[in-house]
């Protein structure tokens, strides 16, 4: 199918994204997270997109006004169709470096409907590859998650830059076009478009013939059959604990346990635990790689909540409270606006309120109730 013509099967797959919008997505990188936008964004966001260099390929630099309406129109988009440009922060330092991401243009060539990959960032992050890592991650997860068909990228010949990153990522060049909303006397109106097609993947070849590895006992093949909580075990209160070891005593549950650091657990096999090496998010890189769909990971935190409940992963709060698809960009907002409050100073203190036993109580209904449920299509055994 020729690049410069629509995918047959893009528009069906924006339909199906318009009627089941994704969750808000945080997508996690060696050195950067690609998050959903949030109001501290606004100010670096504005002086990104008033700087002339930026400004240099894309027509004109914007003002705070006109880059604060693109900071809403990219929260807007993301909430009708799942996707967007993620803002892009640098692990290390917390600044806002630029924003990636995918989107649907606005206008019609002989090549739209389509989406296209795009990237700005501000020129302290040039150079250095971080376009390039965040893009990848953007692709990998439009193929996977989205299940898009097709992924476009265009430029004016003179970005060598941006075109170069293009043919590093993998996109082939499939011509030039005329940009249908730049006047025909623009000096930027001629394009180059690029394009890339979802890889196909192939058949696994068969297996080499090996010898059959030993029956496991019966009691462990029972233990692996039971429904799997993981738990993240750096955050999870004694009581909630407790609470879990008395589900995997019944033989209701098998956990694993995900921690940066050793922990005690009773001796049971049904209980495993996993250190991870010391590091930000690197207990929840960990769990996002494992967990999956008809599993539940307990956990306090949100922005891994939000990752999971995009993966189909059920996820319950320490407090008892449910993560779902329809109230995680609620929590994700009231979390940032409370963070950004106690760091100006609007409210003092942090963190949550004390555990009391209606917290318990919560939990515990949380924990049975979803065992409860499990148990009528327990999950195919697994190891961790």
């Given at each position: 199918?020729?690049?410069?013509s629509p995918?047959p099967?893009?528009a069906a797959?924006?339909d199906r994204?318009?009627?089941?919008?994704?969750p808000p997505?945080?997508?996690?990188?060696?050195?950067?997270?690609?998050?959903?936008?949030?109001?501290r964004?606004r100010a670096?966001f504005?002086?990104?997109?008033?700087?002339p260099?930026?400004a240099?390929?894309?027509?004109?630099?914007?003002?705070a006004?006109?880059?604060?309406?693109?900071?809403?129109r990219l929260r807007d988009e993301?909430?009708?169709s799942?996707?967007s440009?993620?803002?892009?922060?640098?692990?290390?330092?917390?600044?806002?470096?630029g924003a990636?991401?995918?989107s649907?243009p606005?206008?019609?060539?002989t090549?739209?409907p389509?989406v296209e990959?795009?990237?700005?960032?501000?020129?302290?992050?040039?150079?250095q590859?971080?376009?390039h890592?965040?893009?990848?991650e953007?692709?990998?997860?439009?193929f996977t998650?989205?299940?898009?068909?097709?992924?476009?990228s265009?430029?004016?010949p003179?970005?060598?830059?941006s075109?170069?990153?293009?043919?590093?990522?993998?996109?082939?060049?499939a011509?030039?076009?005329?940009?249908p909303a730049?006047?025909?006397?623009?000096?930027l109106?001629t394009?180059?478009?690029y394009?890339?097609?979802?890889?196909v993947?192939?058949?696994p070849?068969?297996?080499a013939?090996?010898a059959?590895?030993?029956?496991?006992?019966?009691?462990v093949?029972?233990?692996?059959?039971l429904?799997?909580?993981w738990?993240?075990?750096?955050?999870a209160?004694?009581?909630?604990?407790e609470?879990?070891?008395?589900?995997?005593e019944?033989?209701?549950?098998r956990?694993?346990?995900?921690?940066?650091?050793?922990v005690?657990?009773p001796?049971?096999?049904?209980?495993?635990?996993?250190?991870?090496?010391?590091?930000?998010?690197v207990?929840d890189?960990?769990?996002?790689?494992?967990?999956?769909?008809g599993?539940l990971?307990i956990?306090?935190d949100?922005?891994?909540?939000?990752?999971l409940?995009a993966r189909?992963?059920?996820v319950l709060g320490t407090?008892?409270?449910?993560?779902?698809?329809?109230?995680?960009?609620?929590?994700?907002?009231?979390?940032?606006?409370?963070?950004e409050a106690?760091a100006?100073g609007?409210?003092?203190?942090?963190?949550?309120?004390?555990?009391?036993?209606?917290?318990?109580?919560a939990?515990?209904?949380?924990?049975?109730?979803?065992?409860?449920r499990?148990r009528?299509r327990p999950?195919?055994?697994?190891t961790?």
């Amino acid at each position: 199918m020729p690049a410069t013509s629509p995918h047959p099967n893009l528009a069906a797959c924006l339909d199906r994204l318009a009627a089941h919008p994704r969750p808000p997505a945080v997508l996690r990188t060696a050195r950067l997270v690609l998050r959903p936008w949030q109001e501290r964004d606004r100010a670096p966001f504005a002086a990104l997109n008033a700087d002339p260099e930026v400004a240099r390929y894309l027509g004109a630099a914007l003002d705070a006004a006109q880059s604060d309406a693109l900071l809403d129109r990219l929260r807007d988009e993301r909430a009708r169709s799942g996707f967007s440009w993620f803002a892009v922060e640098h692990r290390d330092s917390g600044a806002l470096a630029g924003a990636v991401g995918l989107s649907v243009p606005r206008w019609s060539a002989t090549f739209t409907p389509a989406v296209e990959i795009g990237w700005r960032l501000a020129p302290a992050f040039w150079g250095q590859g971080y376009a390039h890592e965040a893009a990848q991650e953007v692709l990998r997860w439009g193929f996977t998650a989205l299940q898009l068909p097709r992924v476009v990228s265009f430029t004016v010949p003179a970005n060598v830059r941006s075109w170069r990153l293009m043919e590093r990522l993998g996109l082939r060049r499939a011509g030039e076009f005329l940009h249908p909303a730049l006047p025909e006397d623009h000096p930027l109106r001629t394009h180059l478009l690029y394009f890339l097609d979802a890889p196909v993947t192939p058949a696994p070849p068969a297996p080499a013939p090996v010898a059959a590895p030993p029956a496991p006992s019966p009691a462990v093949l029972a233990s692996l059959a039971l429904p799997h909580v993981w738990v993240d075990g750096d955050g999870a209160p004694r009581v909630i604990k407790e609470l879990i070891w008395r589900a995997v005593e019944r033989g209701a549950i098998r956990v694993t346990l995900v921690a940066n650091r050793p922990v005690v657990v009773p001796r049971h096999r049904a209980i495993s635990t996993v250190v991870v090496r010391a590091g930000l998010d690197v207990a929840d890189d960990w769990i996002v790689a494992h967990a999956g769909p008809g599993e539940l990971v307990i956990t306090a935190d949100v922005p891994l909540a939000a990752e999971l409940v995009a993966r189909g992963v059920a996820v319950l709060g320490t407090r008892g409270d449910w993560f779902t698809p329809s109230n995680i960009g609620e929590r994700l907002s009231l979390r940032d606006f409370a963070t950004e409050a106690r760091a100006a100073g609007i409210v003092e203190g942090g963190g949550p309120a004390a555990f009391d036993d209606r917290s318990r109580r919560a939990f515990a209904n949380g924990l049975d109730g979803w065992i409860q449920r499990t148990r009528s299509r327990p999950p195919s055994p697994r190891t961790t």
